[in-house]
DNA sequence: CTTATTTGATTACAGGTGTAATCTTTAACT
DNA sequence: AGTTAAAGATTACACCTGTAATCAAATAAG
């Protein structure tokens, strides 16, 4: 699948929050932040249908477009190459980053903290006799 | 500064390095990895500083380049920005993605949780007396 | 049935991007 | 001093992007 492009990537995040949704739904829901002209998100759908990351089916003249990628496979594309780009692969730094800036507070520490529990349960199996 | 592309970025990423530096250092460093025509690389350095990315100072017929921005600062808004984009700004789903997808090593949880002592440690004051 | 309207398809068009080749200036060599 | 070589500046060019307008087909309205 082709790279998506950032206004593509708004119209395919609404189409994410429910579908399969007509033009007119992806409009919809679009302007209730941005404000583009309707043919504009008529062509960012052509495109992303070039690119295959949506689909649509008939139904009469109007289609019902569906994503053809989950948002969590793309996310976590997109989460793992930026990483690999700026932190060498590294997750923490990036952590370290939002710490450091006061980007988090004390419930995403206490999240961080229970994916951090998570994980040893899931892995101590591994580390019984160590 | 204007957006900075991805051929750029990595023009840039080297010259972060190590700088000043001059085209054809900047050259051999990408060559390591990259099989760019030193052409090419003369064009994505004019192109950083048209952006202001980048600037130089003349030393005889040859350019000395330096950062104008520094890693930190780029590599912090990309986070955010892709934060903002996929996690609604939060920092802990993707994480979660990380730890999900067995991305995490026995040490990254050890810095995870540094990181997170530190935290802690800076913002206890805040909890006194809760 | 003819016409107006709706919807998707095609076309537009300026500016960015990847990837160089050519031009120009200046320094080095003969 | 004249010629060559090296470095940056300018130009090239196809494809992508953002942002629509126009075209064409199909449906709805009269």
């Not at 990537?9 to 007509?22: K, M």
């Not at 209730?32 to 295959?52: A, I």
């Not at 008939?58 to 976590?76: F, G, M, N, S, W």
Request: glycine share 2%.
């Amino acid at each position: 699948m082709k790279e998506v492009s950032q206004t593509e990537f708004e119209v395919l995040d609404v189409l994410w929050q429910q579908y399969p949704a007509s033009a007119n739904d992806i409009i919809e829901r679009l302007n209730q932040q941005k404000e583009w002209h309707e043919k504009t998100v008529k062509t960012l759908l052509n495109r992303l249908v070039k690119k295959h990351a949506i689909s649509f089916e008939k139904q009469q003249r109007r289609y019902l477009y569906t994503p053809l990628i989950a948002r969590d496979e793309y996310v976590e594309s997109q989460s793992q190459s930026l990483v690999e780009r700026l932190f060498k692969g590294k997750l923490s730094p990036l952590v370290a980053g939002f710490a450091k800036n006061k980007d988090l507070d004390k419930d995403d520490i206490a999240e961080l903290k229970n994916i951090i529990a998570s994980w040893e349960q899931e892995n101590e199996a591994e580390n019984k006799g160590n």
